[in-house]
Nanobody, 123 residues
Framework: QVQLVESGGGLVQAGGSLRLSCAAS????????MGWFRQAPGKEREFVAV????????YYADSVKGRFTISRVDTINTVYLQMNSLKPEDTAVYYC????????????????WGQGTQVTVSS
């Protein structure tokens, strides 16, 4: 099965930038849609961004659109989330996710989850 390992989280000041990485291992990474979700304390997990298996389709949550960019480099089995203009409300544990071909925004098709990486944005 696919295993996902996130990295790149940490503490950043408001207005700053951070890049999260998700390294995948296992069967045929190129056939999987990839995405990012996040969960803040006391809140439900929410959709952040997804990219289809062939990179042709991307979707972003309204709260991050224009600030975050999802991308993938299949040759190294890695998906990135570039986060710019960070706000304190972006503070959460960020989870990488994978599903065959595409991930739905509600996460119901996700078959693999990463362990999560903490992002904290200070004001």
């Amino acid at each position: 099965q696919v295993q996902l390992v996130e990295s790149g989280g940490g503490l950043v000041q408001a207005g700053g930038s951070l890049r999260l990485s998700c390294a995948a291992s296992g069967r045929t990474f190129s056939n999987y849609g990839m995405g990012w979700f996040r969960q803040a304390p006391g809140k439900e997990r929410e959709f952040v961004a997804v990219i289809s298996w062939n990179g042709s389709t991307k979707y972003y949550a309204d709260s991050v659109k224009g600030r975050f960019t999802i991308s993938r480099v299949d040759t190294i089995n890695t998906v990135y989330l570039q986060m710019n203009s960070l706000k304190p409300e972006d503070t959460a544990v960020y989870y990488c996710a994978a599903a065959l071909y595409a991930i739905s925004r509600d996460g119901t098709r996700v078959s693999h989850w990463g362990q999560g990486t903490q992002v904290t944005v200070s004001s």
